[in-house]
């Protein structure tokens, strides 16, 4: 590992410090205990590498829905589950209710389930912001500070930080994450994170990482850290370059490569030592991720359903063939996964261009669906109130 002076300095979100400014961005289906562990153990080479002791990266959960959690669904509660390896522990949290999050939190809290909250609004499916909530929600700028101050509330009864996740806005015309984000900073928030697109964007199109350099100059007083675009540690460092952000938030960039957490810790502390792994290492992670995922469901064949999803991304590049992948797509039992693992060439070597680059689906731009009457203006008039009030749709099955 190269000795060079580190690019930034630790990410101080509340009382945890974070050596590498670097959080796992929640992704549906996605983080759950198993791939946060991956992601954690790779975080950790790469910091100890550096020099570092401390935690290598903010790992955060899956989005839980608040009134999910309050109704103690089994879901739920699995989906807040923790390894005992896991510090600090974080969850994120969807709701647009504040008597609801406030709840949640406190349930967090005098459980003693999590160390670290961080609120969703940046959520574009359309299920989530037709009710008001996501990236719809920062819009209410009074629900907004609602939301965010009810549960800065109940976290800090138990010393936890809340962050918040937002997006540029709702669509070109309608931005809103500058006055989202002097809000939350004024409300106590531990630190904002930006998705340089509008929930129109959805995941199209190219970030636009002069907004998360707007962002930086107008919240002053806590962490701001950017998010979108990130494929590639030197992705991050240009971000912190152009931007100025104080960390960075990586979703699909990992999809099946966690070893992502050791080439950002590594680059955050100066050196240009990069993870280049052959299919047979690759092979190697993606097998024990899928044991993993076993594990955590208590069922071969459900966590073999789960890693299907994982492998056309540990793959990408690779010449493995088209039917050997569909088979892979359609393992039933780790023997499976096996069989058809032992017929690929391990000396293959990382395939680069194939491989690099954005992963996970792209989509197209979108007109957003939204609430009744909802752009008519910023404040919600009494029907809208009533109706966010019970308007927590399930988003733990992909939203």
Sequence with gaps: MSTATALLPPLQIGPHTIDSPVVLAPMA???????????REYGAEGAAAGGASGSSALYVSEMITSRALVERTPVS???????????????????????????????????????HVDLNFGCPVPKVTRKGGGSALPWKTELFRGVVRAAVREASAGGLPVTVKMRVGIDA?????????????????????????????????????????????????????????????????????????????????????????????????????????TLGEVCRVLRRHAELLVAFHHEEAKGCRDIRKHIAWYTKGFPVGGQVRQQLGLVHTLADL?????????????????????????????????????????????????AVAVAEPDVTDGG
Excluded at 29 to 39: A, E, H, V
Excluded at 194 to 218: F, N, P
């Design 173 to 277: 015309d309608h931005h809103t994450f500058l006055d989202a984000g002097r809000i939350a900073e004024a409300e106590g928030a531990a630190a904002v994170a930006l998705h340089a697109r509008t929930a129109a964007q959805a995941y199209s199109g190219q970030a636009d990482w002069s907004r998360i350099a707007e962002l930086k100059a107008a919240v002053t007083t806590i962490p701001v850290l950017g998010n979108g675009d990130i494929w590639s540690a030197d992705d991050a460092v240009r971000m912190v370059e152009q931007t100025g952000c104080d960390g960075v938030v990586v979703g699909r960039g990992c999809l099946g490569r966690p070893w992502l957490f050791t080439d950002l810790a590594a680059a955050f502390a100066g050196s240009r030592v990069r993870v280049e792994p």
């Design 338 to 386: 096996d069989r058809l693992i032992d017929g690929l060439d391990p000396e293959q070597p990382w395939p680069h261009e194939g491989a690099d680059g954005p992963r996970g689906r792209a989509g197209s731009s979108r007109i957003v669906a939204l609430p009744d009457r909802w752009l008519d203006s910023r404040d919600l008039d009494d029907a809208q109130r009533e």
């Design 29 to 39: 289906g996605i983080t759950n205990r198993p791939f946060r562990q991956l992601c």
């Design 77 to 115: 509660m699995k989906l807040i589950e923790h390894g005992p390896e896991e510090s600090p522990r974080s969850v994120q949290l969807y709701g647009v209710d504040p008597a609801t999050v406030g709840a949640a939190v406190r349930m967090l809290v005098q459980e003693d389930r999590a160390d």
